[in-house]
């Protein structure tokens, strides 16, 4: 299988690399990454004492029904291959891969 590539103005290939998973054992819910992304693909939730994720209130009255925030992935489809959302994570929790074609 190929690789999906785009040429550049400048005549340069770049292959884009898309988001496949978020590591939320090392994510620390800083929201770097989805203030990064153009797209919406991210979304912060919360890790209750189980792990189970549970839904933020806007207005922050929900911090006794989490344990840890940590970033998901919620529209996966609308990722462009960018991966501004690891460059600028911290602890490297992304993973990213090229579309095969």
């Known amino acids: 299988m190929s690789h999906f590539s785009v040429t550049m103005p400048s005549g340069a290939s770049w292959e884009p690399n898309f988001v496949q998973n978020i590591n939320e054992n090392t994510c620390i819910g800083c ?20 792990g189970e ?33 690891s460059k600028i994570c911290p602890k490297k929790c992304y993973t990213h891969a090229p579309a095969t074609v």
Do not use: S, W
């Not at 998901?72 to 991966?83: M, R, S």
């Open 53 to 85: 994720r549970v839904g933020l209130d806007p207005d922050g009255d929900d911090d006794e029904e989490y344990e840890k925030k940590v970033m998901t992935i919620a529209h996966q489809e609308l990722c462009i291959g960018c991966t501004a959302c």
């Open 31 to 50: 929201g770097r990454c989805f203030k990064v992304c153009p797209r919406g693909v991210l979304e912060l939730v919360g890790l209750n004492d189980e």
